[in-house]
């Protein structure tokens, strides 16, 4: 076979590589704790489960709307004016099989020979990957641990050439768990007067998922960008329903129908079920968010506490999200080498900071969407091994 060139440029998502290794080694009577994998080690909610049910009791079987069904979309609309305060024309929501669509629909759009694309290092490696991929130049945008690996407007504005594209920024963000204040993106989007060719995908899946007071800024805020904006959402970190495979973007007029032509040509429309399970979260009873980022803020205050406790590491405080990223270079392992190490000698899966981007190295990512017992235990067998 003689395969086209764009797919030995196509990269993957080292944390369910680690995720595999770490499963083979419990088939083998290994206890691993694995604090590599980012999803929400919580049921989805019952309500949810139940509205996916009646669903297909209903005989919700067939075909939607390949940009989802009417009132999904304007459920999210509307969550969205609850949220931010923002308009959002139900007919600019596109729904999709989770996230990642939208970063490849983006990126398709935008990304061919000659073209620049920026992205957040470290960052969730798939921007990388699908960049490569479009044949596009990836254009790295260095976040920083002294800066809490919040973007520097600045900086990424310097950055901007006549060949960029597109800029993709998340926060609150994988895997550092940093969160962008405001002030940086008002500077930011200010600076994109001076470049209106450049459009911007904004990844907010996380952005309910904030502490100590954190607020999420939504670039739907801010009506100068809205018509080269697409923000990136859905359900899966916020209502635990990674494998429901849900997610939604908002597209700007010129885009929306491009997007969903993409949907048409690629997977036809979400799967009915699903969907209903999606409008019961938007509008059914928040409680189980509450109470799964109450469970989260606790666990982070127990991971920062511990991995700074470690000799050789430090963990800046995340804003978000659920993961932490600490700094390993005082322990004198390569990002790879701790990994591997911890999970071969201590049983602990984490992710190495290179797999996020060449920024990456000397960090490890740790989610902590698993138990406070099992954190502790984590914790304990790596001080061992340090």
């Known amino acids: 076979m003689i395969f086209a060139d764009g797919m030995a440029r196509l990269g993957t998502e080292s944390a369910f590589t680690v995720l595999a290794r770490a499963q083979a080694l419990a088939s083998e009577g290994r206890d691993i704790i694995n604090l590599g994998i980012g999803q929400p080690d919580f049921p989805t909610p019952p309500h949810i489960v139940e509205a996916g049910i009646k669903a297909l009791r209903d005989g919700h079987h067939g075909y939607t709307p390949a940009n989802g ?19 959002v024309n139900p007919d600019n929501v596109v729904v999709v099989p989770g996230g990642k669509p939208t970063m490849f629909f983006a990126v398709l759009m935008f990304g061919q020979a ?14 990388e990957s699908v960049i490569r991929y479009s044949g596009a130049t990836p254009v790295p945008m260095a976040l920083k641990e002294v800066n809490g ?19 993709i920024i998340n926060s609150p963000a994988n895997p ?4 962008t204040p405001r002030a940086e993106v008002d500077k930011f989007v200010a600076g994109l007067a001076d470049h209106p060719h450049v459009a ?23 009506p100068s960008i809205r018509d080269r904006l697409i923000v990136l959402d859905g359900w899966s970190k916020t209502y635990a329903m990674t494998g429901w495979r849900l997610g939604y973007a908002v597209w700007p007029d010129a885009a929306v129908g491009h997007a969903t032509r993409l949907c048409i040509n690629d997977h036809s429309c979400v799967n009915a079920a699903a969907q209903y399970a999606g409008l019961a979260a938007l509008t059914g009873p928040q409680d189980a968010v509450a109470d799964m980022m109450a469970a989260f803020d606790a666990r982070r205050r127990l991971i920062v506490k511990a991995l ?39 049983g602990v899966a984490t992710i190495a900071g290179t797999s996020f981007g060449a920024g990456g190295e000397g960090f490890l990512r740790f989610s902590y969407a698993n138990s ?5 235990r984590a914790i304990d067998r790596i001080g061992a091994i340090l």
């Open 200 to 222: 911007v995908l904004s990844d907010e899946i996380y952005s309910r998922m904030l502490y100590d007071g954190r607020e999420h800024v939504s670039l739907l805020q801010y």
């Open 149 to 167: 690996f919040a973007f520097d407007a600045e900086t990424v504005l310097a950055q901007i050439t006549p060949r960029t594209r597109l800029i």
């Open 176 to 179: 550092t768990g940093g969160v």
């Open 308 to 346: 700074n406790s470690l000799p050789g590491m430090r963990c800046t405080d995340p804003g978000g999200a659920f993961y932490a990223f600490p700094n390993i270079e005082g322990t004198g392992m390569s990002a790879m080498e701790a990994q591997n190490r911890f999970l071969d000698e201590a």
């Open 69 to 87: 069904i009417p009132a999904l979309r304007e459920a999210v609309a509307a969550d969205l004016h609850r949220r931010h305060g923002v308009e």
């Open 114 to 127: 000659g073209a620049e694309i920026m992205y957040p290092d470290p960052g969730f490696p798939i921007y």
């Open 372 to 376: 406070a017992e099992n954190i502790a």
